[in-house]
């Protein structure tokens, strides 16, 4: 963040309010919770709402990625990003960022220390340690706990490339202080943050090449829907230098080694968005009787550790690093910890979204074990829909998943707004619907959540049989 930028002086107001009064600590807290994102909030709000004395305690800035160096700022964005393409004009760069941080700073509040504090949760910034197996030292001050929950997130992945530290690079938590347009940014990873950022910054005026050692973009998708984001970022004109990686950069010149090949790319910034990791140092987990394996928190199916009374939620404990994961998972916890539940992690259904455009939103388990447990799959052309000739989309999908059983396990949608359509299809696979279901609803006309219909009126044509359409052309025979 820039220290003289107006609206980010008046987001630390709210997420790290200077001079910020700890409060005295009680006794003995019923949750503390280590980290202020996502999951860090929903767990103390939730708690105090429910009459626990809860303590927080924040090392940096209330909020975490979502809010501060995630979905808000890279949101933002990209609407100016989407904005830029529609009316074919390259904006002020200066103008994007600020509308970015203004955007940023309004939605503070939510976050903010005050709100904690007037729900009854006692707030402390400061770097966090357990000091025990039933205590947390923040600043020399110790806080005691019947439960406590680890909700500190995770950091970027930085690639062990020679030369590069030396350059600079920017990650997802430096990205959004750039002022200056890079004349040509170089993408390191094409996962979602990869694939977004290097949308975006091409339809804001930069030349943008990104290098991926997988031979794909988004790999963990369905491999014919990440094809859609691929053909639209080309489309755009970034460049895509896959199945590749950095070997070293020298002279500010990025070595690139594609097969045989070795080419040098000289960029004017680096992103680097190759994955995160969990932000465990320094938290004291051997005093607490905390194990981690390879760096990662060993967490049961309830989201308990290895000591009983400290749980884990949002990114540090969970392969599926996204802020509504947190939230869920939270809400978990809160159950579990406080109230004896038993609620398990593996029984939520999961769904995501990369907000490139079009969108790619799925729904279920990943996309090679969806492959493995669907008994059929249906598939729909959004093109084909009288929405998408009338909104000039070339390209769009609706690809489901249907079990052995008839009934849906989840799917991939490709499609501008699929983010939004993807609660239509997690209804129906939480209330344990089939395909054919979707024949029986009444959808507006024209939209492109019609591809769900389309899709049932599909499967009931399958089921027509030579020997059922045979016997239905007689019964209807002898009815004339």
Same mark, same amino acid.
């Given at each position: 963040?820039?220290?003289?930028?107006? %609206?980010?002086?008046?987001?630390?107001?709210?997420?790290?309010?200077?001079?910020?009064?700890?409060? =005295?600590?009680?006794? =003995?807290?019923?949750?503390?919770?280590?980290?202020?994102?996502?999951?860090?909030?929903?767990?103390?709000?939730?708690?105090?709402?429910?009459?626990?004395?809860?303590?927080?305690?924040?090392?940096?800035?209330?909020?975490?990625?979502?809010?501060?160096?995630?979905?808000?700022?890279?949101?933002?964005?990209?609407?100016?990003?989407?904005?830029?393409?529609?009316?074919?004009?390259?904006?002020?760069?200066?103008?994007?960022? %600020?509308?970015?941080?203004?955007?940023?700073? *309004?939605?503070?509040?939510?976050?903010?220390?005050?709100?904690?504090?007037?729900?009854?949760?006692?707030?402390?910034?400061?770097?966090?340690?357990? !000091? +025990?197996?039933?205590?947390?030292?923040?600043?020399?001050?110790?806080?005691?706990?019947?439960?406590?929950?680890?909700?500190?997130?995770?950091?970027?992945?930085?690639?062990?490339?020679?030369?590069?530290?030396?350059?600079?690079?920017?990650?997802?938590?430096?990205?959004?202080?750039?002022? *200056?347009?890079?004349?040509?940014?170089?993408?390191?990873?094409?996962?979602?943050?990869?694939?977004?950022?290097? &949308?975006?910054?091409?339809?804001?005026?930069? /030349?943008?090449?990104?290098?991926?050692?997988?031979?794909?973009?988004?790999?963990?998708?369905?491999?014919?829907?990440?094809?859609?984001? /691929? =053909?639209?970022?080309?489309?755009?004109?970034?460049?895509?230098?896959?199945?590749?990686?950095?070997?070293?950069?020298?002279?500010? $010149?990025?070595?690139?080694?594609? +097969?045989? *090949?070795?080419?040098?790319?000289?960029?004017?910034?680096? $992103?680097?968005?190759?994955?995160?990791?969990?932000?465990?140092?320094?938290?004291?987990?051997?005093?607490?009787?905390?194990?981690?394996?390879?760096?990662?928190?060993?967490?049961?199916?309830?989201? /308990?550790?290895?000591?009983?009374?400290?749980?884990?939620?949002?990114?540090?404990?969970?392969?599926?690093?996204?802020?509504?994961?947190?939230?869920?998972?939270?809400?978990?916890?809160?159950?579990?910890?406080?109230?004896? +539940?038993?609620?398990?992690? !593996?029984?939520?259904?999961?769904?995501?979204?990369?907000?490139?455009?079009?969108?790619?939103?799925?729904?279920?388990?990943?996309?090679?074990?969806? *492959?493995?447990?669907?008994?059929?799959?249906?598939?729909?052309?959004?093109?084909?829909?009288?929405?998408?000739?009338?909104?000039?989309?070339?390209?769009?999908?609706?690809?489901?998943?249907?079990?052995?059983?008839?009934?849906?396990?989840?799917?991939?949608?490709?499609?501008?707004?699929?983010?939004?359509?993807?609660?239509?299809?997690?209804?129906?696979? &939480?209330?344990?619907? +089939?395909? =054919?279901?979707?024949?029986?609803?009444?959808?507006?006309?024209?939209?492109?959540?019609?591809?769900?219909?389309?899709?049932?009126?599909?499967?009931?044509?399958?089921?027509?049989?030579?020997?059922?359409?045979?016997?239905?052309?007689?019964?209807?025979?002898?009815?004339?």
């Amino acid at each position: 963040m820039i220290a003289s930028d107006p %609206s980010d002086i008046a987001l630390r107001a709210h997420v790290a309010p200077p001079g910020w009064q700890p409060p =005295r600590p009680a006794d =003995r807290y019923n949750l503390v919770v280590i980290g202020g994102g996502t999951a860090g909030l929903v767990c103390a709000m939730g708690a105090a709402g429910l009459g626990a004395r809860v303590a927080l305690v924040e090392r940096h800035l209330l909020g975490g990625d979502c809010l501060n160096t995630g979905c808000v700022p890279s949101k933002a964005l990209l609407a100016s990003a989407r904005q830029a393409k529609s009316q074919d004009e390259v904006p002020d760069f200066k103008d994007v960022m %600020s509308r970015m941080r203004r955007i940023r700073a *309004e939605i503070a509040p939510h976050d903010s220390a005050r709100r904690l504090s007037d729900a009854g949760v006692d707030v402390f910034f400061g770097a966090a340690a357990f !000091s +025990g197996n039933n205590t947390v030292t923040v600043d020399g001050v110790e806080l005691r706990f019947a439960r406590a929950v680890i909700a500190t997130g995770a950091s970027p992945v930085v690639p062990r490339v020679p030369g590069l530290a030396e350059r600079g690079f920017l990650t997802s938590e430096t990205l959004f202080d750039l002022n *200056e347009r890079p004349a040509h940014l170089a993408v390191i990873g094409a996962g979602p943050i990869g694939c977004e950022m290097a &949308q975006a910054f091409r339809r804001l005026g930069s /030349r943008v090449t990104v290098v991926s050692r997988d031979d794909e973009v988004l790999p963990n998708e369905d491999p014919t829907a990440a094809a859609l984001v /691929r =053909r639209s970022l080309e489309g755009d004109g970034v460049h895509l230098v896959l199945g590749a990686e950095v070997s070293h950069v020298s002279d500010d $010149l990025l070595h690139v080694q594609q +097969g045989e *090949e070795t080419r040098s790319l000289n960029a004017d910034a680096v $992103l680097v968005a190759v994955g995160r990791s969990a932000n465990l140092h320094h938290l004291g987990l051997e005093a607490a009787g905390v194990r981690t394996d390879h760096g990662r928190l060993i967490v049961d199916d309830h989201l /308990r550790t290895s000591n009983r009374r400290i749980f884990a939620a949002g990114d540090v404990a969970s392969g599926y690093r996204f802020t509504h994961a947190a939230d869920a998972m939270a809400r978990i916890v809160i159950q579990n910890a406080l109230f004896l +539940g038993r609620k398990k992690v !593996s029984d939520l259904l999961m769904a995501w979204c990369t907000y490139t455009d079009p969108e790619l939103a799925h729904v279920g388990p990943q996309s090679a074990e969806l *492959e493995e447990k669907a008994g059929r799959w249906h598939e729909v052309d959004l093109a084909s829909l009288d929405r998408a000739r009338t909104d000039g989309l070339s390209s769009g999908l609706l690809r489901l998943a249907e079990g052995r059983d008839g009934r849906l396990l989840g799917g991939t949608i490709v499609a501008p707004g699929a983010g939004d359509l993807a609660s239509v299809l997690i209804t129906a696979v &939480q209330g344990g619907l +089939g395909v =054919r279901d979707f024949a029986s609803m009444v959808i507006p006309y024209p939209t492109l959540a019609e591809a769900f219909k389309r899709a049932g009126d599909q499967a009931n044509r399958e089921r027509l049989t030579p020997l059922i359409s045979g016997a239905m052309r007689q019964f209807l025979a002898w009815r004339r």
